[in-house]
């Protein structure tokens, strides 16, 4: 396989490199698991001579997780997976310091976005790493040509995991991809505690609001909702949930809270926030039942999950207040303050997820790379999950470095939990 030639990318301003670098060198200290898994890819090179094409929220764990790609013996090119997700100065650090070729500015329109995912498509990767499978789809309706070199992919979230299985179930999947977030030590913890406590973050950081006392409406009860709906509870939210599963409604209300559908809860919340991976699960008529003055996010994958198109039909008039804030009066007189466009606003306003917890979602991300890239011609044109193995490794290994330590069964236990004979 041949390497593309050194690219610097396209980011805002590289004279925020060497803050970047401090700020990504803060954001290593809190992934202990990358650390060691970045240490054995430098001895190993599992990736040596791999292209990898990432779209990936531009922030200081991910490049972390582009060096340790790096070290393994990639060669990456990196674009946002969101136009309002970069961090500037992480950008300019991965291109100055790093020479890691990067195409992410923050605030970007939609042609940009676009350009830079095409400038990823352009250098003809080998492998795929996306959040949101926009560079899968991208490759797939528009540049079929590159799919015969092509290894495979990784995806990182929900909304793209669902649509490779939609690709896979219309038999147009291009390659195999493994399902980073379907792996435990992803889902459970980057899902519900990094989300959880970034989105309040965001919400905070863009309106600083007071939660206590708040009616906290959180749409959409799965890993996200049960960690954006623990963390508005821990602040003092008065927090109720809105569901289509009724397992997962049964779930928010034996967890103790009140759960009703999206219509009378709009009625009531001061605080919204979806966290569904649905498209408009508030529509028009819900912001047009809103208290005056009712604060709406999303912390979900793409902004469609507010359908603001029927937000801005009707508006009256249009004020930003505060940065990521915009005020829509509505014409019944009404304000309705939307936050960060409706893009994550953990991201937009906020910093992402906590580095720590990071550390074990990327964990899984660089080591299915380089199983991809060991294992891709055995593997189909399938959905697949991070094999177990690895998943219970980034789980020991984090363990390891909280200095926890757990059981291990004893023989007759491990016997007692294989045999069916045992009785009463
Ligand atoms: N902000 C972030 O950094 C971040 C991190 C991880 C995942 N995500 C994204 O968040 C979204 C949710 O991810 P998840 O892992 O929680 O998914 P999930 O599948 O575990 O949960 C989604 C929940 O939303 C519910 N839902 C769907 N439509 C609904 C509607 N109309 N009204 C109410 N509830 C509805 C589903 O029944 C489900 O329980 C996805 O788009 C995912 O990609 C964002």
Redo the contacts with the bound molecule.
């Keep these: 396989m041949q390497l593309i030639d050194k690219q610097l990318g396209d980011v805002k301003d590289r004279s925020l490199a060497d803050q970047g670098r401090s700020r990504i060198e803060w954001a290593a200290s809190f992934m202990p698991v990358l650390a060691q898994i970045k240490e054995r890819f430098a001895r190993e090179r599992p990736l040596a001579g791999v292209r990898i094409g990432a779209c990936l ?1 531009v922030t200081t764990e991910t490049a972390n997780l582009m060096l340790a790609l790096q070290a393994g013996g990639a060669e990456i090119e990196l674009c946002a997976s969101n136009p309002l997700s970069t961090q500037d100065d992480v950008a300019a650090a991965l291109s100055e310091h790093y020479k890691i070729s990067t195409n992410a500015i923050k605030g970007e329109d939609n042609a940009t976005y676009y350009k830079h995912i095409e400038t990823v498509v352009a250098t003809k990767p080998h492998m795929t790493m996306d959040d ?1 499978c926009d560079l899968v789809t991208t490759i797939y309706t528009k540049h079929n040509h590159l799919l015969a070199d092509m290894i495979g992919g990784c995806e990182e ?4 995991v669902i649509r490779l299985h939609a690709m896979e179930k219309d038999g147009v999947l291009p390659f195999p991809v493994i399902a980073v ?1 379907d792996a435990l030590t992803k ?1 459970m913890f ?2 519900r505690y ?2 959880g406590q ?2 309040l973050d965001g919400v905070i950081r863009a309106t600083n609001v007071l939660i206590a006392g708040a009616t906290v409406v959180v ?8 960690g954006v709906a623990s963390r508005a509870k821990g602040l003092g939210a008065h927090v109720v949930v ?4 009724p397992r ?1 409604a049964l779930e928010a209300a034996m967890d103790g809270f009140q759960v009703m559908p ?1 219509a009378d809860a709009a009625k009531v919340g001061d605080i919204f926030i979806t ?4 498209f408009h ?1 508030i529509a028009g008529s819900h912001f047009e039942s809103m208290k005056d003055g009712a604060i709406v996010c999303n ?4 902004n469609d ?1 507010l359908d603001l198109d029927a937000l801005e039909a009707l508006t009256a008039s249009k004020a930003q207040p505060r940065t990521f804030v915009d005020a829509y009066t509505l014409k019944n007189g009404k304000t309705v303050r939307v936050l960060g466009e409706g893009r ?4 937009a306003a906020a910093e ?2 906590p580095a720590a917890v990071m550390d074990m979602s990327f964990a899984n991300q660089a080591m299915a790379a380089g199983y991809l890239a060991q294992n891709y011609k055995t593997l189909e044109k399938k959905v697949y999950s991070v094999p177990d193995h690895i998943d219970e490794e980034v789980a020991e290994l984090k363990l390891a470095a909280m200095k926890i330590a757990i059981d291990t069964p004893t023989p007759e236990q491990v016997k007692y939990m294989a045999s069916w004979s045992e009785g009463t």
């Design positions: 929220h949101g979230t929900t909304t793209g977030n889902h980057d899902n990094g989300t970034s989105t749409v959409g009860y799965g890993w996200c909702g049960r809105t569901e289509i599963d997962k999206i966290v569904t991976g649905n699960v912390s979900g994958h793409f999950e994550l606003i953990n991201l992402g997820h």
